[in-house]
């Protein structure tokens, strides 16, 4: 984290589901409980996200189908425009999902290393990987206790969030620093 010429991303997965999600909460005794409302589906929206730790910038790409080689390969070539727009050598640390690691982008992978690299966490380790913050600070921020009809006030809710991250770097750094 100390050399100034790499910049250290970090990337992860995560799934919005349709039906959202609610918190505890405290209700007084004489209070009748309130129903949350979910819409009878098991829809969800797919992203792809990485945050840059020197400065917070946060880049995403929504998935349209599953997670897969493919649509990881797609989404490295974006996050490595991004990082040579500076200048410096990316490294984006990751967790060990099986098409991190597709023979479909092994020979991509081997021409770039010297410019782009990718660090594996250990298996099993998501406390590590500290872009899981932001998924549960965006699901606390734009779909905790809400009740969504379609699938695409899930997805304008979430990118709504996304995008204001675009603009509350310092937020992401802080959230994302590893000490």
Known sequence: LADETVDIWMEDEVHFKQYGSSCRMWIAKEEKDPVLFHAPTR???GYFG?????DGKFVYLKEEKSFDGN???RFMKYVKTMSYAHGKRAVVILDNARYHHA????????????????EFLPPYSPELNTSERIWK????????????????EVVAAVES???????????????CAVN
Not at 137 to 152: E, G, Q, S, V
Not at 161 to 175: N, R
């Open 137 to 152: 600070l965006t699901r606390r921020h734009a779909i905790h206790n809400r009740y969504f009809a379609t699938l695409k």
């Open 71 to 73: 649509s990881f390969f």
């Open 103 to 118: 023979r479909r982008h092994k020979e991509w992978r081997e021409k770039h290393e010297k410019r782009f690299a990718l």
């Open 161 to 175: 969030q996304f995008d204001q991250w675009a603009g509350h770097k310092e937020t992401l750094k802080k959230l």
């Open 43 to 45: 829809d969800k929206a």
């Open 50 to 54: 990485a945050v840059r730790l020197r």
